[in-house]
């Protein structure tokens, strides 16, 4: 089981109040039909709906509004258009959250291209707009919606975008000490079968139809992987100090860790590990079970015991 | 000194991720450290243990791009509770946003929007300017922003607007000297225009960046070194506001922490000569 460190290669790039480049925007917005409250004497409020409607308005669309309510709205410059000035709004609004998907996704990037990621980025912002202050969450759904997005590898995409978002929770998660080998030579053996771990709060056990763990490490190698037939996998991702950590977990690891994860007692979740070692000897069995779970400690997935 | 009694930190860096790893490992001789706060919201782990750290050792200041002090939506309490903890945590000097909107009917653009310079925009400006610092227990500075549209209707040029809102509000200014250039180009007025009548005591620190120019237009985009007319007008912004703080943003294309500090301290050089 080999733990992989996603530090290095992580992209996670703050939010800043700059304006995003994008190709200049200093061409006519496609021209819909005009808004029926763009007419008469306008409240703030109705400012506001109406340059937020036009500004969010996916860019394969019509602009919302044509060149007479554009004028009334917003006054042209010497070498803008009323609409191309709008336009300027529009298109920053999209390159901004496309940069943190971006960020955010940096390997389904890679993997569909920049055309095909571009597309999804714009189908997802058009159907889930950020409605907090932050942007630390706005990429929480890319999985759900790869899931279900006309593209050729769906179940993959989605697979590969829950791997990188489970990287980002582990970024964002409490941070807390690990639990230590001398932690728990502190406890008398004969309590051992009866203690609950306390996980470590970055702790999160993913399971995957498809081996997007060796995937994502590949490409973090700077190698471009053919894309995988369908394999299940779990992947612990976790983090210690700086570091977020990917660790591939055996069924019955992963059988053990989410037990201890779920406050199981240790006995409790070493039986459970053991039934399911069906044919394998019994003093083999016990062997494996203790390196297994020296191995979930030694790695940082645990944080203390329960008291 | 501005009359808000906010300290001059000298000159400072928008702290940027990039740039984690050099400032803790050198500790370069930087005054002070600007934060986007929204990047350390809605977070409980690395982006917090980073400015921690940080903060441990440099003054802070916190520059938000989410009070959508504009917006005709409620004003979101919630944020504020997160801004005043996070200020709390951090010891941060003061607050900051900008004179925009964000959003409206719990849509957020993370985009900052121009405001019609009506009469309306002004008095629900300044309700909702009292309301943020009442609940934060101290002025905000809020920044002029780069704007690329002029919404109709306006009864007043932005800068007196800024002015009568700082006055009607009892609110701190942050003066972006490259908003005031970008602005100024995309809209056809004259930036010392803009100067004269900003309210200096009010000002409580001032912001410089570079730009991007699309001869139509420019955009506040953060990127590359300060051009030249923007260094002039800071240095026409620093002497009329005696002692306040300077600081450089650069958001796009970052490059190495000693070519964004060398840009910085361009500023030092500048103001002795202006001065």
Not at chain 1, 16 to 25: G, I, Q
Not at chain 1, 45 to 64: C, D, G, N
Not at chain 1, 111 to 136: M, Q, V, W
Not at chain 2, 222 to 233: F, R
């Amino acid at each position: 089981m080999k733990r992989e460190s996603t530090t290095d290669a992580l992209g996670l790039h703050e939010r800043a109040s700059a304006t995003p480049e994008h190709a200049p925007a200093n061409r006519e917005a496609r021209v819909g039909s005009a808004p029926g409250w763009a007419s008469g004497e306008l409240s703030l409020r109705s400012h506001q709906e109406w340059f937020l409607a036009v500004i969010m308005t996916p860019e394969h669309e019509p602009a919302p509004v044509d060149s007479t309510s554009a004028g009334r709205l917003v006054t042209p410059s010497s070498t803008l258009s009323s609409l191309a000035r709008l336009e300027i709004y529009r298109r920053s609004y999209q390159a901004r959250l496309i940069e943190c998907l971006a960020d955010d996704y940096p390997v389904l990037q890679a993997t569909l291209g920049e055309e095909t990621f571009e597309g999804l980025c714009r189908a997802y912002i058009d159907k889930h707009p950020s409605t907090e202050p932050s942007l630390n969450r706005f990429g929480r759904h890319m999985a759900d919606f790869c899931r279900n997005h006309p593209f050729s590898e769906p179940d993959f995409a989605a697979d590969l975008a829950a791997l990188e978002w489970a990287v980002v929770l582990a970024i964002h998660a409490p941070t807390a000490p690990p639990l230590t080998a001398q932690d728990l030579a502190r406890i008398p053996i004969e309590s051992w079968p009866e203690i609950r771990l306390v996980p470590n709060p970055s702790l999160g056990v993913h399971a995957f139809d498809y081996p997007v763990n060796a995937y994502l490490s590949a490409r973090r190698r700077g190698e471009a992987p053919a894309l995988p037939v369908a394999r299940h996998c779990s992947v612990a991702v976790y983090r210690t100090e700086q570091s977020v950590w990917r660790l591939e977990l055996t069924p019955p690891m992963a059988t053990l860790v989410e037990s201890l994860s779920r406050g199981e007692t240790l006995g409790g979740s070493l039986s459970l590990v053991a039934a399911q070692l069906d044919g394998v000897p019994e003093a083999e069995a016990a062997q494996n079970v203790t390196t297994w779970f020296s191995h979930a400690v030694s790695s940082g997935l645990f944080s203390g015991i329960r008291s | 000194m501005n009359r808000f009694g906010l300290a001059d930190l000298g000159i400072g860096l928008g702290l940027r991720t990039v740039h984690y790893a050099h400032i803790l490992e050198q500790r370069p001789a930087v005054d002070w450290f600007e934060i986007i706060s929204e990047n350390y919201l809605e977070t409980s782990g690395r982006p917090l243990d980073f400015l921690d750290a940080i903060a441990e050792h440099y003054p802070i200041v916190m520059h938000g791009v989410s009070l959508s002090i504009g917006s005709t939506d409620p004003l979101n309490r919630e944020y504020l509770r997160q801004l005043r903890e996070l200020r709390d945590r951090v010891k941060a000097r003061w607050v900051s946003d900008h004179l925009c909107w964000t959003g409206v009917a719990s849509r957020n653009s993370h985009d900052l929007l121009p405001m019609p310079y009506t009469e309306e925009a002004l008095a629900h400006v300044v309700s909702r300017m009292k309301q943020a610092q009442d609940f934060l227990g101290a002025p905000i500075a809020l920044e002029n922003p780069s704007t690329y549209a002029e919404l109709s209707g306006a009864s007043m040029p932005e800068w007196e607007f800024l002015a009568r809102l700082a006055e009607l509000a009892d609110c701190a200014i942050l003066l972006d000297v490259n908003n005031v250039y970008v602005s100024a180009h995309n809209h056809g007025f004259d930036p010392a225009l803009y100067l004269d009548a900003m309210p200096f005591d009010r000002v409580v620190q001032l912001h410089v960046a570079g730009h991007t120019d699309h001869g139509t237009h420019i955009i506040d985009s953060h990127i590359g070194p300060v051009v030249e007319p923007v260094w002039e007008l800071l240095a026409l912004a620093h002497r009329r506001a005696a002692g306040v703080p300077i600081l450089l943003e650069w958001d796009a294309e970052i490059p190495a922490f000693e070519v964004v500090h060398r840009e910085a301290l361009r500023a030092r050089e500048l103001i002795g000569e202006a001065l």
